[in-house]
Each structure stands twice: as C-alpha cells, then as structure tokens.
C-alpha cells in the first residue's frame, strides 16, 4: 500500500475512533440521565412506602398492609433500574476511556 493510501487508511481509523468514543460518552451520558430520573422516581416511591407503612402502624387494616407491600415493591423495582442504569453509564464511560487510552497509546 502507498503512503496515500496508508494516510486514508490511518484517517479512516482516526475518525472511527472519534465516532466511537462519542458513540460510548453519548450512551454514558443517557444512561446517567435514566439513573438519575429513576432515582427521583425511586426517592417518591420510597416516601410513598414510608406514608403507607405509617398508616399501617396506625391502623393495621389488611387493605394497608397489602398497600404497603405494593409501595415496597415499586420502590425496589425502580431502585434495581437505578443501578442496572448506573452500571451501564459505568460500562459505557469505561469504553470511551478505553477508545481515548487507545488513541493517546
């Protein structure tokens, strides 16, 4: 191959790199977004949980008891996407340091 065609070859690598590493900060950054609107929603539900579990204490009808563990769940279903979430932008910021160690290696 000839130095011209080397020099598309390197620019083309070069700009597959660069599209990869936006390709992993994007999908870092999304994943951080639905971590974060998962807490939030996460947060609400455990506030929930607490305000029926209080009424439970009050009251202990079975209808609060059933309402309780409902809240509970909800609660732990968006705390597990909080962290599936997390692990993702962790995954996908990892990659991007790796393509950026690549290209700085």
């Known amino acids: 191959m000839d130095s011209s065609g080397e020099q598309v070859l390197d620019d083309f690598l070069e700009q597959a790199r660069i ?3 936006e390709f992993y900060i994007k999908a870092a950054q999304n ?5 974060y609107e998962c807490s939030r929603e996460a947060i609400l ?3 929930k949980t607490a305000e029926r579990l209080k009424a439970y204490a009050e009251n202990g009808s079975a209808g609060e008891r059933g ?3 409902e ?5 732990a279903e968006l705390a597990a996407r909080v962290a599936e979430a997390a692990k993702e932008a962790a995954e996908a910021a990892s990659l991007a340091v790796s393509v ?3 290209d700085n290696g």
């Open 100 to 102: 950026e160690l690549k």
């Open 19 to 21: 599209k990869s590493k």
């Open 45 to 47: 539900a455990a506030r």
């Open 67 to 69: 309402s309780v563990d």
């Open 31 to 35: 994943a951080i977004e639905q971590a």
């Open 71 to 75: 809240a509970a769940k909800e609660a």
